[in-house]
């Protein structure tokens, strides 16, 4: 239940486990050690650190490696809350234990050891000693050669993590060479298909847009970009909406952070067309609920869908947990996947809801380019984090005749804080008003827009970050017309709607309610009203 997500009912078993088995036996504390470990994936880091420290403190029979492995949860535990010495005396005694039973057995590799060791490296790192943090990586990795350990799965986490601080310390050529070897090492060993090839080939990314091969980085992109969204879509379908919202949250500093600024920089033209289609990817999974998607198909009462959907489900979660552990081999998970394929045709020829579903992933931005009118204009907003304190909002502006998106960039996020976090409650009109700033905001969003739409169109527009704090639609075009006078204006959460939507109206008045009390009970509302 807890490799397949299901919490609530692991934690279920494992309280039941804890209550029936007598707390004089190992299995009792085990049980604990284990609800430990649950409420470490379920985020409550707080209660997975107590659970592991009783059953560390009170275990009757504890061997010196089951001893090592729960100091060393317990530092990583200490190390993401913040207690970065308490974490360091764990895997600095761990470290010591090792040092005792190599004199005592001689020579040998212990996965706990290497554990430990990474542990001090990230707390070097997250103290910012980052080269103190490298050289222990690089003495991890060269161990890995030394001793020819064989746990490929901690082999590459090692190189990871080391690819990583050459990029954090600006040592490039390290670590592009490094990520090389990393990328090679997981084709042969995940099949270029896992999630964490597309994150390293990520980060690849990167290092080559800092080295300015542009061309290569926009390359590693696309690839890492497509395997994200195959694998997000095939998971996500069959899970529940909590899973896919932690799922979201693994990815989304690559979508949101790492490809803006990466492809940003580009003048290619395959990078602006990337850029839309991150864009339309990323805000599709806030708009668009797969659970809608389960409920519908188990709710037709249809039992030869219903079978169908449910055998796809048990296939694809097994397919995933197989991708993960690399228990079988290459070949048979290839067989899964064809039988996956084969199911999910049956569904997609006997099912609507689920036909809908898929279709939506497969929008792109020549979709959205093709259901455009001549006097249409699509604009997709995305920012881009350039450094830590510069963040640049731009647009991507289509055309019915587009060749590849136009990229704008506009300005800088903190152009428009700066009016929006002055405003209050009384002086918010004023970013409207030609008497107050409302003619240096519209400035500042639309100036660079304007010479590329022409009045009476219709432009389709999906803001993003603070342009959501802004009704962008109604800032000053002359001292006497809004946007939404000269042009017709169309606010969506993204552009994908000009395709899924059959009709769009536009909005040149709106209806503002207040005083809105929303926790009164049912009798006073009907008495008030």
Known sequence: HQDMQEYKQAEKLLLQSIDILPDSTDFHWTALANLGNLYGSMGNLTKSLQCIEESFTHMPNLDSETKDKL??????????????????????????????????????WRSTYQWAKAGIADIEYVTGNVDAAISQYEGLVDSYKIYSYKNEKNYITMISKLADLYLAGGYLNKADSTYGLLLQKEIEVYHGKSLQYAKDLSSAAIVHQEMKKYDLATEEVQTAFSIFKEQYIDVTTFTSESQREKYWYTLSPYFNTYYPRVLYTQSNDVGKRLLYDI??????????????????????????????????????????????????????????????????????????????????????????????????????????PLSEDSTMYCALLLRHNSKYPALIPLFEEKEVTSYLDNATEGTINNLYSIEGEGEHVSNIVWSKILSKINPGETIYFAPTGILHQLGIEYLLVDSARTMSDVYNMVRLSSTREIVTNKSNESNKSAVVYGGIHYDLDNKTILTES
Request: proline share 1%; aromatic share 8%.
């Open 71 to 108: 100091r060393c949860k317990m530092g990583d535990l200490n190390l993401s809350l913040g207690k970065y010495d308490v974490a360091r005396d764990h895997f600095q005694a761990v470290i010591d234990s090792f040092r005792i039973s190599l004199s005592n057995h001689g020579i040998h």
């Open 279 to 384: 864009s339309l990817f990323a805000k599709g999974i806030l708009l668009y609920t797969n659970q809608q998607i389960q409920e519908t198909i188990l709710s037709s009462n249809d039992k030869k869908i219903i079978e169908q959907f449910q055998d796809l489900q048990k296939l694809n979660r097994y397919i995933v947990e197989q991708n993960v552990s690399l228990q079988i081999p290459k070949e048979e998970i290839q067989k899964l996947l064809v039988l996956s394929e084969s199911i999910e045709k049956e569904l997609i020829a006997s099912s609507a809801a689920y036909r809908e579903n898929q279709a939506i992933w497969q929008i792109t931005w020549d979709s959205i380019r093709n259901h455009l009118s001549p006097n249409e204009v699509a604009i997709e907003y995305f920012s881009a």
